[in-house]
């Protein structure tokens, strides 16, 4: 096959972006101060289903604020997913508590919450769980866990905008939800973040901590110390724009999944992430594991994808097999189920730009690098648009 360059992600700014960018610049207005934050603000609330939404720098500061907000603090526990960006271990961090690591469910690879009770302690505060990939935690087991014992839930929603449980969004689910709009995340700002709520008063309280903590009557006066982790009305600009074609987005990437799981379904040893009850995921990166009978290591398969110009991704390394954290993991006991999917899971091109011939050539150089004979194009797409672009092996 003809070799192509295909990227892991790319953000898609083709509705207002230029135009409102434009406005900021035309306007002056490039700062926190001006309208597009506060309307991206409040448009992100109502996609949520929230009351209120506030936005940040980045999704790791609104983890940060989120749990410092419901008085997170040195001395406290917070439990988390071993398996996620390292973003959700570090927010915990920053406020002096400590991370307690659990492992995740086999289907949902998000947190399995028939072990979380084994890790809470007196000192436990608060449940962070991950809708990772884009796939929704069991929100229904931690709630009621976190209801038991008297704790907060954060959701790290950082991968998942639009995700639904029980045909609410994620965001709408805890007591705080964090997003990010990093550049290759569902919709995309460049950096930024939003933590959502339907607490007034959490809203106030996190809007003032990510503002330097100055006082919202008494202009310069500060009564606690807070950090600048302000999102800029260029930023916000950008934002609200792909918040208005979400739909689009979602629907995009949905698609680009239904071409890999109908090109990957029958090839043995590859398996992917399963959605569970009431749960309605979103697709922030298609992530394959490999197992029997494919003989090729995971390493090796990126290797050799990126050599076919398809760039790849390894999953993330468990939180308690990296340096800041392997102490404490290894108090944490064992954590079997990320430690499988770490090792043997890889995540393919997902972005909205990707067009069906894209997905042949990707699931053509993987099954050629596991040494599967079959093309996809050959034996699943069936009506794969060009047929110049189909590779016989
Ligand atoms: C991206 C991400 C974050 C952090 O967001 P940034 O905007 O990059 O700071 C947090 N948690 C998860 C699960 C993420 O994927």
Same mark, same amino acid.
């Given at each position: 096959?003809?070799?192509?360059?295909? &990227?892991?992600?790319? &953000?898609?700014?083709?509705?207002?972006?230029?135009?409102?960018?434009? =406005?900021?610049?035309? %306007?002056?207005?490039?700062?926190?101060?001006?309208?597009?934050?506060?309307?991206?603000?409040?448009?992100?609330?109502?996609?949520?289903?929230?009351?209120?939404?506030?936005?940040?720098?980045?999704?790791?500061?609104?983890?940060?604020?989120?749990?410092? *907000?419901?008085?997170?603090?040195?001395?406290?526990?917070?439990?988390?997913?071993?398996?996620?960006?390292?973003?959700?271990?570090?927010?915990?961090?920053?406020?002096?508590?400590?991370?307690?690591?659990?492992?995740?469910?086999?289907?949902?690879?998000?947190?399995?919450?028939?072990?979380?009770?084994?890790?809470?302690?007196?000192?436990?505060?608060?449940?962070? &769980?991950?809708?990772?990939?884009?796939?929704?935690? #069991?929100?229904? =087991?931690?709630?009621?866990?976190?209801?038991?014992?008297?704790?907060?839930?954060?959701?790290?929603?950082?991968?998942?905008?639009?995700? +639904?449980?029980?045909?609410?969004?994620?965001?709408?689910? %805890?007591?705080?939800?964090?997003?990010?709009?990093?550049?290759?995340?569902?919709?995309?700002?460049?950096?930024?973040?939003? /933590?959502? $709520?339907?607490?007034?008063?959490?809203?106030?309280?996190? *809007?003032?901590?990510?503002?330097?903590?100055?006082?919202?009557?008494?202009?310069?006066?500060?009564?606690?110390?807070?950090?600048?982790?302000?999102?800029?009305?260029?930023?916000?600009?950008?934002?609200?724009?792909?918040?208005?074609?979400?739909?689009?987005?979602? #629907?995009?990437?949905?698609?680009?999944?239904?071409?890999?799981?109908?090109?990957?379904?029958?090839?043995?040893?590859?398996?992917?992430?399963?959605?569970?009850?009431?749960?309605?995921?979103?697709?922030?990166?298609?992530?394959? $594991?490999?197992?029997?009978?494919?003989?090729?290591?995971?390493? =090796?398969?990126?290797?050799?994808? %990126?050599?076919?110009?398809? +760039?790849?991704?390894?999953?993330?390394?468990?939180?308690?097999?990296?340096?800041?954290?392997?102490? /404490?993991?290894?108090?944490?006991?064992?954590?079997?189920?990320?430690?499988?999917?770490?090792?043997?899971?890889?995540?393919?091109?997902?972005?909205?730009?990707?067009?069906?011939?894209?997905?042949?050539?990707?699931?053509?150089?993987?099954?050629?690098?596991?040494?599967?004979?079959?093309?996809?194009?050959?034996?699943?797409?069936?009506?794969?648009?060009? %047929?110049?672009?189909?590779?016989?092996?």
């Amino acid at each position: 096959m003809t070799k192509r360059f295909i &990227p892991l992600a790319t &953000p898609l700014l083709t509705g207002n972006e230029k135009a409102y960018v434009v =406005d900021c610049i035309e %306007s002056s207005w490039i700062s926190s101060c001006g309208k597009y934050v506060e309307k991206f603000e409040r448009a992100f609330a109502d996609f949520c289903g929230v009351r209120h939404a506030v936005s940040c720098s980045s999704g790791t500061a609104a983890l940060h604020v989120a749990l410092l *907000a419901l008085g997170v603090g040195p001395g406290d526990e917070v439990i988390v997913p071993t398996l996620t960006f390292v973003s959700t271990a570090n927010a915990v961090t920053y406020c002096g508590a400590r991370p307690r690591f659990v492992d995740i469910e086999p289907d949902t690879w998000t947190l399995d919450p028939g072990r979380v009770e084994a890790k809470i302690t007196a000192r436990t505060k608060a449940i962070v &769980p991950v809708h990772l990939y884009g796939y929704v935690a #069991n929100m229904d =087991d931690i709630t009621e866990i976190a209801r038991r014992h008297n704790l907060f839930v954060v959701e790290d929603a950082a991968e998942a905008h639009g995700a +639904e449980f029980r045909d609410r969004r994620v965001g709408s689910l %805890s007591d705080v939800a964090a997003f990010s709009f990093y550049g290759n995340k569902i919709i995309a700002c460049g950096e930024g973040g939003m /933590m959502a $709520t339907d607490s007034e008063r959490l809203a106030r309280y996190m *809007a003032q901590l990510r503002g330097q903590g100055v006082d919202s009557k008494k202009r310069y006066w500060f009564p606690i110390v807070g950090y600048n982790y302000r999102m800029p009305n260029l930023t916000a600009a950008v934002g609200l724009a792909q918040l208005e074609r979400i739909d689009w987005h979602l #629907n995009r990437r949905r698609e680009v999944a239904s071409w890999y799981t109908d090109s990957l379904r029958d090839v043995p040893g590859i398996a992917w992430q399963v959605p569970k009850d009431g749960r309605g995921n979103v697709d922030w990166l298609f992530t394959i $594991t490999l197992s029997e009978p494919i003989r090729v290591t995971r390493d =090796d398969v990126i290797d050799r994808l %990126s050599q076919h110009g398809v +760039e790849t991704r390894p999953v993330f390394h468990p939180m308690h097999t990296l340096p800041p954290y392997r102490e /404490m993991g290894q108090e944490d006991g064992e954590f079997p189920v990320a430690e499988q999917v770490a090792r043997s899971g890889l995540s393919l091109p997902t972005w909205a730009g990707l067009q069906r011939e894209d997905v042949v050539y990707v699931c053509d150089a993987l099954r050629e690098c596991i040494g599967d004979a079959r093309s996809a194009s050959a034996c699943d797409l069936k009506d794969a648009r060009s %047929s110049q672009n189909r590779s016989t092996f």
